[in-house]
Nanobody
Framework: QVQLVESGGGSVQPGGSLRLSCAAS????????MGWYRQVPGKQRDSVAT???????NYADSVKGRFAISRDNAKNTVFLQMNGLKPEDTAVYYC?????????WGQGTQVTVSS
């Protein structure tokens, strides 16, 4: 089992920035890809950004150039730096840890972008 604890969500005005963090514990030795997903009520959970154990990143088109994912393997932590936030970025953000075909999820952290 992998446990994921997220932090860093909150409310911000359009154009502002937030940094999300996610610390992994438990069976961390088998984690490959880590990532961030987001979900709004009534819609599916969508991928925002992922990072492999080797540092290869992938981003949703809607966040390219504004968000940056990074990973500290020594501390088993993944980060999401979000700049230039827009109202449409408002969602619950979930951290993920991939072990083969198994995905573990954090509890989610709310990000609200509003003036």
């Amino acid at each position: 089992q992998v446990q994921l604890v997220e932090s860093g969500g909150g409310s911000v005005q359009p154009g502002g920035s937030l940094r999300l963090s996610c610390a992994a514990s438990g069976s961390i030795f088998s984690i490959s890809t880590m990532g961030w997903y987001r979900q709004v009520p009534g819609k599916q959970r969508d991928s925002v950004a992922t990072i492999s154990s080797g540092g290869r990143t992938n981003y949703a088109d809607s966040v390219k150039g504004r968000f940056a994912i990074s990973r500290d393997n020594a501390k088993n932590t993944v980060f999401l730096q979000m700049n230039g936030l827009k109202p449409e970025d408002t969602a619950v953000y979930y951290c993920s840890a991939h072990r083969g075909t198994v995905i573990s999820w954090g509890q989610g952290t709310q990000v609200t972008v509003s003036s």
